[in-house]
């Protein structure tokens, strides 16, 4: 396989016009919620030419001559043998320049070789510690990176995907077929419930709940076309914190005691982050918060992290030459109750 890569263009999905409406709204938040760091964000964020893609490789339809490729271009392995926790199974490849390559498209029968990602997305998975044979919930799945990156972990006994949106079900389901072959399509479910109702349905099954909720999602939201639907967004975005404490009480019930629970969103707000984690850890005696610093410690060649004040609590910003995120990630367990 030929490598080919393509730099950002002005002309691009990524080079549309920055909302002037969005930007001024987080220019008053994040100056004071991140500091001086929110300049070198806000660069990275407005700068789609800036933008790093992550190569993960498919293990179902390995890419051997692609991956020797990736060596030649200069990309390194993403995280391979820093963390406690990283299954030689996942084989993510990135570079510290802004290339992307071409993505595959879809064909019905043939499995893709790799999905292009923001690498900080993997951390939430990777937080999870999948191990052979659980039972994994993706409560807010679509459009699926995630879901394929837990495959690429480990073989769980069962994992539901759950999305409630029916277009980004579709979604969905269309990168399950892309890239997971039919045997193993029969220990996952894809439903379309509302994920706050997850737990009601289904209490105490999962031994693993993937939270990766519904947020003002930074990136997307600075390039919306409508200026009128960026100030409704907007308006509406102080009712996101109520939705994600919602969605996590559902997981909390539908994950067994002993089991852990991670918490993800693409946004660098802290009330969509810490503040909802907080609110969570006082409203249950048996959730407690599990400390991650290490992951940011063993991360910080490839990622730049903000200060969140939780040790449960990681903040991906972006950053130049780490132009992965926003990412934020915390990681809690469901204690036995006595």
Known sequence: MVLTLLKAKPETKLGKQICKVVLDHFEKQYSKELGDAWNTVRDILTSPSCWQYAVLLNRFNYPFELEKDLHLKGYHS???GSLPYYPKSM???????PHRMPSERHQIGNLKKYYLLNAASLLPVLALELRDGEKVLDLCAAPGGKSLALLQCAYPGYLHCNEYNSLRLRWLRQTLESFIPQPLVNVIKVSELDGREMGDAQPETFDKVLVDAPCSNDRS????????KAACRISQRRNLPLLQIELLRSAIKALRPGGLLVYSTCTLSKAENQDVISEVLNSYRDVVPVDIKEMARTC?????????GQECGLLVIPDKGKAWGPMYVAKLKKSWTT
Do not use: E, G, N, V
Request: hydrophobic fraction near 35%.
């Open 78 to 80: 993403l995280l391979q």
């Open 91 to 97: 084989k993510c490849y990135l570079s510290r320049t």
């Open 221 to 228: 939201w600075l390039f919306s076309s409508d200026s009128q």
């Open 300 to 308: 910080s060649q490839d990622f730049t992290f903000a200060p969140t």
